[in-house]
């Protein structure tokens, strides 16, 4: 595989979006930062001492910065802060107004623009919650909210009703209730922890953190999302993956939505974490201008699999208040998936979900294969378009007789 250094000779990255670009692995190089001692630049901790978090330090690393965005940048504190690792920045093509990269982390002052069906919790995780931190919404499965820190700021995020506590939402976990409701709770036997990101933690709180819940007997199966391997790969330290993998079966839940957000940086610490026996899948947003490309979007899936990732969801953008400028369409989902399945590997073909605004959980959206179920057969496309029948009674038993010739239906 190859292997190049994002920055170019200019100190800017390239802007190419052809396919063998978008799958060819860089690093993000060090831009701005290449005076800074290789020990500092690979230590997490300096990494978020030194975030880029005003507008004045985006004007002084981001000449280019548009008065769209200027101005988000100066409101950001209000809704949700402006945070951005150096690493990550370094991906920006600040010649490209709508790089992939800078529209993920960078606001704009459409975020103060909210539709009258936007919402601030559009999944209902707060009315869902039975204690303080964690949500309790399918019937086997627990959603345990550890901080509400990230160690850089997504514009369409979710959670932004509470992460960085932009809005005054006072988020206080309180593990010893959310443990306590959890262990009470035999029927619970799946822990997702999230936030925020759990493993902004220090590894010791974690540790003490997961021995708690892997103490409860009936907790079967633990998890982590976290997009910390894309925003800060550096905190995959050996010594972090030796910490987590005591907890098996552990999976940790990545999220990642542009090729170019898979570095030589991100490729290194996934291979640590797998190499630490832990499953990894992934969790993609569509966003418009960011993945909603069948092209751009097939390069990423394939090259999350050259990091030893399974892309697990594709998730329709959330009705997030202020988040319109980032929504792909539905009718834009559909048609990425047709793309996507029987025209590359199945393990790279993910499930497209829609949380079903206020609260419904995920709804899997899919186009669609099954053309028609008739008396003597049910009759199937594949992804060429070609019609097939497979023949069975309508109540599910095998034929008796071979069935009627078919008639092909139209395609819809
Ligand atoms: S990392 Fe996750 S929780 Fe944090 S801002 Fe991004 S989407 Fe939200």
Redesign the pocket.
Known sequence: MQAENLSTASGEPPSGNSLPNLKTFRSAGRGYWHDVADADWNDWRWQLKHRITTVEQLQKFLPTLTPEEYAGAKLANTK?ALAITPYFFNLINPADENCPIRLQVIPKLAETHTASWEMSDPCGEDSHSPVPGLVHRYPDRVLFLVTD????????????RL??NATGYDFHPEFDKQIAYIAAHPEIRDVLL????PLLLSDEKLENLLSRLRAIPHVEFLRI????PT?LPQRITPELCAMLKQFHPLFLSI?SNHPRELTTEVRAALGRLADAGIPLGNQT?LLKHVNDDADVMKAHLQKLLMCRVKPYYIYQCDLIAGSAHLRASVRTGLAIMEKLRGHTTGYAVPTYVIDAPGGGGKVPVSPEYVLSRNADRVVIRNFEGKIFEYPEAADGSPLSQPPNEIVAPELV
């Open positions: 949700l820190r990230c160690a850089a700021y997504c514009r369409y995020c979710t959670r932004s992460v960085s999230s936030g925020g990101d999302g976290s997009r910390i925003f999220h947003v």
